[in-house]
């Protein structure tokens, strides 16, 4: 089947079996393999990518149910070698170890501190639910996800293309500053 | 160059995370080679079956198919069975083959039948369904008690009430102990089966090299180099002429601890196809084909006197090892078991016999912990319920029984030799940290008022950083334990560090960079640390049993110390100073009182490496290579407690708070050892809780997935409380123990004794984990029904 897909800002025209699911035609057609696999029951997260601008799980969503729509990945993050606050959150807070899970924790963190602009605990370890980890017991990954929260504002205006859609570390703490007074 | 902080210490962000965040990981399954092709392994759907029929012919017809192999194919091309790697002596050990894909005969589900190569994965899938394979099924064993009983079914012909060994430990005049005890209390302990479920699904990439005749292979492994070593054994390729390399490994916790049949099938296969052969596991297969971990039953003692000095420990455990031996199956439950039921007391009579036993399972080998946890859970358990009969505080009863504290070396009735130990200022710095004496009021408060709130306290000592060979050679280990580093300097002063360990997650790239950072005066930045590759790192032994620092460093250190004496020698040579005048510091080699004149090491390492004028009888380059044996084990410790409480109810358990003061020895980067501990606590804690493997009686894995086997979510865990007391070992040069199981190692029975201790007012003293709501529901109910 015919599908055309928007991805990291960029459409893609494939000709794809119609079995084929998104992180597939993401990993083997695109060669983007920052997005993982983890397992095959929709339980892990490690494959979320933000599909028109929510985070979905890429293993439950063929690739033909994401036609014509916009998909941002791990890959598209970062900017200009400058790392979006969320990655630099997980990083500065040792929100991981052996890194696999972090792809799909970092798309799903993004959307959670943008829909919840006073996030607290709770919301954090709620929120990530439908993200496992079996390295950091959680403990890092949550306070790296508050981290990312206070790094960047919230309240912002988001777009869904990807190119708009990040936030680097500077202009975040440019922000928080700009909160705070300062 | 001088540093204003010491980079050992400190708390440096990890320099592999650049690559994970960025999702630039490179894991297996993201690999692919030009001509690639795809298998797809057909697996049994019985747990004991003869295999009568096998035809491929239609799976060979389908699209994309570029062969279909069985075991008698690969048997045929001089592929063996697959090498189990540790024979525990005197413990009349059966080894069993356990041929790659099964021939003849299925043993357990998930057992390999026959490999799909084709152009997709999913062409290849399609295929497996298409393999007309009939089986006549056998009876069938899952429970490793009942296993050894004369009417179980054999799992192999050839080995008698399916026992693969007995093995026996005995240290000091148990049967004293008991005759003179005034109280014994008796268990049985269930350590349940557990499924490690690394977020990373295993995967293999094989490439032949026919004219060569040499093979590269990409495996998700933690120990690239005994893979080698063992493929070479049971395959037609030599050793030097296989490459084994373990690029990003997303998390291990033991499960990719065994050259594993897919690696060698896929080597086969690529062998047979001419092509590089990609297998990825899925996550069912994985819970089916991947080891388990733990599955022991065990029948425990304890003896005491009145005031509670513990007199004796006596045990018969069955272990569970499934269907077939995997690469370190049978030292589980014996050597990290067995000698360590001391845990952290003095008990002066230790007596157990450990069956391994033989089931229709998936095959049993190491998990976080490997045996220490089983043991801990065993005497933490039997502490409780000591504290319980003599109706003293666990906390008093502990304290009284702990290991005073030790320099050099602590015998204990098992044998074992304990490097260094203190354990008691942990205990006390965890009451502290808790509020043990406010919370115990509280707790009496809120009975008083029918809540059930408990307290558990566990205080351990583990054992860990195996080891010395020596020791290694003479339980029966298949190799050494020792381990190497290669120190360079390129010309421009940058580093690379290669060795021969394998961290697959742990942050030793910026660990190990520390260590040569702060010995060398380097910039952390300017280490390169390579591993986990055969043809560019020196032979290791892998990562594992929390060895990787404590051996690795003293690898890493013997690489520095020839340095710093090369270039002591060349920094004199360059100064015109006698060499015992030049010092060294903070990367600056100068002569004593004159500081100014000086050569960095950077200068010393492009001197070294052009050559132009070197001292006499100094080789040029600035590198250096260094193995290291240990003297001993190190044995980390201390305590952990949790508090948590039941809801009569509904039996759901508020987990609340989780304290836990460790002891690893001098601390290189706190964050990475706390990252350790709180990963450790969470898998520990979920097997008091959450996890748990479960067959049915045909042997089907009936939580053969993620929606069936519930490993934690960030919801389930409260805030981890860490401290931590230092006590330096002198087994290796910068005093380091391992971290990376004690987690595991002590929160299992933390959690399990917190929640006994919750429904100790009604009188329950036993539920089997994990302790789901259901069942302490329904003990809550048994026990009322009792009269409670």
């Known amino acids: ?94 929100g991981l170890q052996c890194g696999f899970c972090t792809p799909g924790m970092i798309m799903t963190a993004v959307k959670l501190v943008e829909s919840h602009p006073d996030i607290s605990e709770d919301d954090i370890r709620h929120g990530l639910e439908g993200n496992l980890c079996r390295c950091t017991g959680y403990e890092n990954v949550v306070r790296a996800v508050a981290e990312g929260a206070r790094l960047f504002d919230p309240h912002s205006p988001w777009e869904m293309e990807p190119a708009e859609h990040k936030i680097t570390l500077r202009e975040a703490e440019r922000r928080a500053r700009e909160r705070s007074g300062a | 160059m001088t540093t204003t902080q010491r980079a050992f210490g400190s708390s440096v962000r990890r320099l592999e995370d650049a690559r994970f965040i960025t999702g630039q990981g490179r894991y297996t399954d993201n690999l692919t080679q030009p001509g690639m092709a795809h298998m797809v392994v057909l697996r049994s759907p019985y747990a004991h079956a003869d295999i009568t029929g096998f035809d491929a012919s239609e799976a060979l017809g389908m699209p994309g198919v570029v062969g279909v192999f069985n075991g008698q194919d690969m048997a045929d091309a001089g592929f063996g069975a697959m090498p189990c790697a540790w024979v525990v002596p005197d413990s ?38 298409a393999i007309d394979v009939t089986y006549d099924t056998l009876d069938v064993v899952v429970n490793g008690r009942e296993a050894t009983q004369d009417d179980a079914s054999l799992v192999h012909d050839e080995v008698a009430n399916n026992q693969c060994f007995h093995w026996t430990v005995s240290g000091g005049e148990v049967e004293a102990a008991f005759e003179n005890a005034d109280v014994v209390v008796a268990e049985t302990i269930v350590n349940q089966r557990l499924i490690p479920t690394a977020m990373e699904p295993r995967a293999v990439l094989a490439r032949w090299d026919s004219a060569m005749g040499e093979v590269t292979m990409w495996s998700t492994s933690q120990i690239p180099h005994i893979t080698r070593f063992l493929m070479s054994l049971v ?18 916790f033991g499960s990719k601890l065994a050259n594993y049949p897919e690696e060698n099938m896929s080597v086969f296969a690529a062998q047979q196809v001419g092509r590089p052969v990609k297998w990825t596991e899925t996550r069912s297969e994985n819970f089916l084909g991947t080891i388990h971990g733990r599955d022991h039953i065990a029948d425990v003692e304890l003896a005491a006197k009145s005031d509670g000095t513990v007199l004796g420990l006596r045990a018969q455990t069955w272990a569970n090892l499934g269907a077939y031996l995997s690469t370190a199956s049978t030292g589980v439950p014996t050597i990290l078991h067995g000698l360590m039921l001391s845990g952290a007391y003095n008990i002066p009579a230790i007596h157990e016999d450990v069956y391994g036993v033989f089931t229709n399972t998936t095959p049993v080998s190491a998990y976080r912990g490997a045996g220490r946890p089983e043991a801990t859970f065993m005497v933490e358990r039997m502490m409780d319920l000591l504290a319980n009969e003599l109706s003293m505080d666990p906390v008093e009863l502990r304290r009284k029984n702990l290991i005073e504290p030790f320099t050099d070396g602590h015998e204990v009735a098992t044998g ?134 404590p051996v690795a460093s003293g690898a890493i250190m013997g690489a520095i110390e020839q340095l710093k004496e090369k270039g002591t020698k060349i920094a004199a040579h360059l100064l015109e100073a006698a060499e015992e005048d030049v010092e060294f510091a903070d990367g600056l080699f100068s002569v004593k009182g004159s500081p100014e004149q000086g050569k960095t090491i950077q200068d010393i390492a492009l001197a070294a490496n052009t050559a132009w004028s070197m001292p006499d009888g100094v080789d040029p380059g600035f590198e250096a290579a260094a193995f290291f044996d240990p003297s001993n084990f190190v044995f980390p410790f201390g305590t952990h407690i949790a508090q948590v409480e039941v809801d009569p109810e509904t039996g759901e358990i508020d987990f609340q708070r989780y304290v836990a003061v460790d002891d690893c020895g001098p601390i290189i980067n706190p964050m990475i050892v706390e990252g350790q501990i709180q990963g450790g606590i969470a898998q520990g804690a979920a097997q008091a809780l959450w996890e748990g493997a479960h067959y049915d009686d045909q042997g089907n894995l009936l939580s053969g997935s993620l929606m069936d086997y519930a490993i934690p979510k960030a919801e389930f865990l409260p805030k981890f409380e860490l401290g931590k007391t ?63």
């Open chain 2, 235 to 252: 395959t037609p390729v030599p050793e030097h002429k296989i490459r084994v390399v373990a690029p990003d490994v997303g998390g291990g």
């Open chain 2, 92 to 129: 009349d050990t059966k080894t069993p083959a356990y041929p790659p894909l099964a021939i003849g005969r299925v043993r357990f589900v998930g057992d390999a039948v026959a490999i799909v190569i084709a152009e997709t994965d999913a062409q290849a899938r399609d295929a497996s369904y």
């Open chain 1, 1 to 94: 089947m015919e599908v055309s897909i928007k991805v990291n800002g960029k459409s893609y025209e494939r000709d794809i079996e119609a079995r084929t699911l998104l992180v597939d035609f993401i990993r083997e057609d695109l060669g983007l393999t920052g997005t993982n696999v983890g397992c095959d029951t929709t339980q892990c997260g490690s494959c979320t990518v933000h599909m028109n601008g929510a985070a979905v799980k890429s293993c439950t969503v063929l690739a033909v149910q994401a036609d014509g729509a916009s998909i941002a990945t791990i890959e598209s993050l970062a900017s200009d070698g400058e790392l979006h606050a969320m990655q630099q959150a997980f990083t500065d807070k040792h």
């Open chain 2, 726 to 788: 230092e006590t330096p070992t002198d087994v290796n040069p910068l005093g380091v123990k391992g971290i990376g199981e004690t987690g595991t190692i002590a929160s299992t029975p933390t959690v399990y004794n917190a929640v006994m201790d919750a429904l100790a007012p009604l009188g329950v003293q036993q539920i089997d984990m994990p302790l789901t709501p259901e069942r302490v529901w329904r003990a809550i109910g048994d026990a009322s029904k009792g009269g409670k």
């Open chain 2, 416 to 549: 074992l030799i304990y490097d260094t130990g203190n354990y008691e200022p942990a205990l006390d710095q965890a009451l502290k940290m808790y509020g043990y004496e406010e919370a115990r009021k509280q707790q009496t408060a809120a009975r008083a008022k029918g809540r059930l709130v408990g307290i558990g306290v566990t205080t351990y000592a583990e054992i860990c950083g195996l080891g010395p060979s020596e020791v290694a050679g003479a339980v029966g280990f298949g190799g050494g334990l020792w381990e190497s580093a290669i120190v360079r300097f390129h010309p421009t002063g940058k580093v690379q560090l290669m060795v021969g360990v394998s961290p697959h997650g742990q942050g030793e790239e910026t660990t190990f960079a520390q260590i040569v950072a702060d010995q060398l005066g380097v910039m952390v930045e300017d280490v390169d640390v390579v591993h986990s590759d055969t043809a560019l790192t020196p032979m290791g032994w892998g990562s594992y049993g929390s060895r990787t620092t």
